[in-house]
């Protein structure tokens, strides 16, 4: 129908400026540009953005982040990063269910959470979860891409950050980012493509 193939076509523009943007974080060509701003705003813009798909499955948002906390960090960057664990915790978590976005400020820096009360990740597919295109069995939705996590863990990783998961099967899944006050070490992404 003309529906299913505007779907796929739209999952198909959506991996190819995923993996454009891989490309260009691999190149050293994705700048990353820092500023000061409330996480926050971050999440409520990501809740907004996701409203529909998650009326569509009857799942609740709450958003438990103080707005005091502050990030230094690029926003659209860490808006994709948080877009994507949010993103993946709809497509996951159960109908009717809740998801917990959540922040915190300890001696590490900055901590965040997403959590789903979902079909959850089995234990074997945890440590693959953010390899490229890799989706977890044929129980999963089949209509992503495979390039969210990845992406996610890019910009964890460029912010000199932790993306950890955690996730019992039919329990649910939560992410973890773990974001150091200033970074220890900025990284530089090398452009020959050596270290």
């Given at each position: 129908?003309?529906?299913?193939?505007?779907?796929?076509?739209?999952?198909?523009?959506k991996m190819i400026a995923q993996m454009l943007m891989l490309a260009r974080a691999q190149e050293?060509?994705?700048?990353?540009?820092?500023?000061?701003?409330?996480l926050r705003s971050v999440f409520e813009g990501v809740c907004e953005a996701l409203e529909e798909p998650m009326r569509e499955k009857r799942i609740t948002c709450q958003c438990d982040v103080?707005?005091?906390?502050?990030?230094?960090?690029?926003?659209?960057?860490?808006?994709?990063?948080?877009?994507?664990?949010?993103?993946?915790?709809?497509?996951y978590g159960k109908p009717g269910g809740t998801i917990r976005c959540s922040a915190r400020e300890d001696a590490r820096g900055t901590v965040f959470f997403v959590q789903d009360d979902?079909?959850?990740?089995?234990?074997?597919?945890?440590?693959?979860v953010f390899e490229r295109f890799f989706r977890a069995d044929s129980a999963r939705d089949?209509?992503?891409?495979?390039?969210g996590l990845s992406i996610a863990k890019w910009i964890a990783d460029?912010?000199?950050?932790?993306?950890?998961?955690?996730?019992?099967p039919g329990r649910?899944?939560?992410?973890?980012?773990?974001l150091p006050r200033k970074p220890e070490k900025e990284e530089k992404p090398d452009f020959a493509g050596q270290s």
């Amino acid at each position: 129908s003309a529906e299913t193939i505007l779907h796929e076509a739209q999952r198909m523009e959506k991996m190819i400026a995923q993996m454009l943007m891989l490309a260009r974080a691999q190149e050293g060509r994705q700048p990353v540009i820092r500023e000061s701003f409330a996480l926050r705003s971050v999440f409520e813009g990501v809740c907004e953005a996701l409203e529909e798909p998650m009326r569509e499955k009857r799942i609740t948002c709450q958003c438990d982040v103080p707005p005091e906390i502050l990030l230094f960090a690029d926003q659209s960057l860490i808006t994709r990063l948080v877009l994507n664990l949010v993103e993946n915790a709809v497509k996951y978590g159960k109908p009717g269910g809740t998801i917990r976005c959540s922040a915190r400020e300890d001696a590490r820096g900055t901590v965040f959470f997403v959590q789903d009360d979902g079909i959850g990740i089995a234990q074997e597919d945890l440590p693959h979860v953010f390899e490229r295109f890799f989706r977890a069995d044929s129980a999963r939705d089949r209509s992503g891409t495979g390039l969210g996590l990845s992406i996610a863990k890019w910009i964890a990783d460029v912010h000199g950050a932790a993306l950890d998961v955690k996730s019992a099967p039919g329990r649910g899944t939560i992410f973890t980012v773990t974001l150091p006050r200033k970074p220890e070490k900025e990284e530089k992404p090398d452009f020959a493509g050596q270290s």
